[in-house]
């Protein structure tokens, strides 16, 4: 099933669902999109974006195990959300490699503090989310703003959202040739 949620006229397609936010332009003409030129990445580009964080190696794969999500898309939401930095906390007060508030983790039964429990509680939400919304971009859009924005919104609630959204599917995509 293909979702399409739309409140304006700004969009990111991305894994087979539209999401779209308010654009206070919508209505007036856009300039066209910029020329975009395909260079190829050297090998030695191709290895620096091949590697995978060896400190949380294991916690991955456990995590991906557990939950049957890909590697790749757990490690592109921790390097998006933290930069693979379990001493990370945002503003809001979510904590660790990804950046889980302590309640979602509790309520998960698992410690956010902690680094293996720290993926697998993102892991498993982001199942749940998954679950929830049935579609990749609409839960990776869930797990940066919440559910329950998400819903309101009845899609990505901010430019932010979707950029975040983008940010991680491009770095998943780089991913998927090496786990």
């Given amino acids: 099933m293909r979702r399409v949620l739309v409140v304006g006229s700004a969009a990111c397609l991305c894994a087979g669902a539209v ?3 308010a ?3 919508a209505g007036k003409p856009s300039a066209p999109p910029p020329r975009h030129r395909v260079v190829q990445a050297p090998p030695a580009a191709v290895e620096r974006t091949c590697r995978l964080p060896s400190g949380y190696r294991r916690e991955f794969a456990a995590a991906s195990r557990a939950t049957g999500l890909p590697v790749a898309m757990l490690v592109a939401v921790g390097e998006v959300e933290s930069h693979l930095t379990q001493s990370a906390v945002s503003n809001a007060g979510a904590e660790g490699v ?4 302590p309640s979602t983790a509790s309520a998960l039964g698992l410690d956010a503090s902690r680094p293996r429990s720290n993926v697998l509680a993102g892991a498993t939400y982001l199942r749940q989310l998954l679950e929830r919304f049935d579609s990749v971009d609409v839960a990776l859009a869930a797990y940066n703003a919440g559910p329950s924005a998400v819903e309101r919104a009845g899609g990505a609630p901010t430019i932010e959202t979707l950029r975040y959204v983008a940010n991680v599917n491009a770095r998943w995509r780089d991913l998927r040739r090496c786990v």
Avoid: D, G, K, P
């Fill in 98 to 101: 990804l950046q889980l508030l």
């Fill in 19 to 21: 999401l779209t936010v």
């Fill in 23 to 25: 654009n206070a332009n």
